[in-house]
Structure formats: C-alpha cells, structure tokens
C-alpha cells in the first residue's frame, strides 16, 4: 500500500463541498504525493472524477464501501 500523504473525511458533506475541498487539497500537495478523500455524498464520485480528469494526478484506487467513496489521488505534477 501507498503511503498516504494526507486524509481528507468529508463525510457528511453536501455537493459540491467534497469536490472543492479535494481540488483545494490537491493544489497544495506536491508532485508524488498521495491523498485519500472519503465521501457520502452522491454527487461527488462524478464530480470528483471530473475533478481528475481535468488535473495534474492519477485515480490510483476508488472503492465504495458502507456507502463511503474512498478515492486514492497521486498527484503527478
């Protein structure tokens, strides 16, 4: 397993807030590092893949579980 970086639980939380926190978090880490972000809300899986997608980072593991998204972010540059 990775070393992981930073966690971020924002369970709890309402759309878009988990997306905006992740991007905030993602923008201070440096290259290499690795996030976990844990989520309940529906919204989110889509809004924070998009997130990815439009960033310097890989989705290097996504699992739901217990109705929480755990998404593991490595960011590349």
């Known amino acids: 397993m990775q070393n992981i970086d930073l966690e971020l639980d924002l369970t709890g939380l309402q759309s878009?807030?988990?997306m905006l926190k992740t991007k905030e978090a993602i923008d201070k880490l440096s290259p290499g590092q690795i996030?976990?972000?844990?989520t309940t809300a529906l919204g989110?899986?889509?809004n924070i893949r998009t997130l990815i997608t439009n960033h310097p980072v890989n989705l290097l593991s996504f699992k739901k579980?217990?109705?929480v998204f755990h998404f593991l972010i490595?960011?590349?540059s």
């Not at 996030?35 to 844990?38: F, P, R």
Request: hydrophobic share 20%; no cysteine.
């Open 16 to 18: 878009p807030e988990p």
């Open 35 to 38: 996030i976990l972000v844990k």
């Open 44 to 46: 989110s899986e889509q």
């Open 65 to 67: 579980e217990d109705g």
């Open 74 to 76: 490595e960011k590349t």
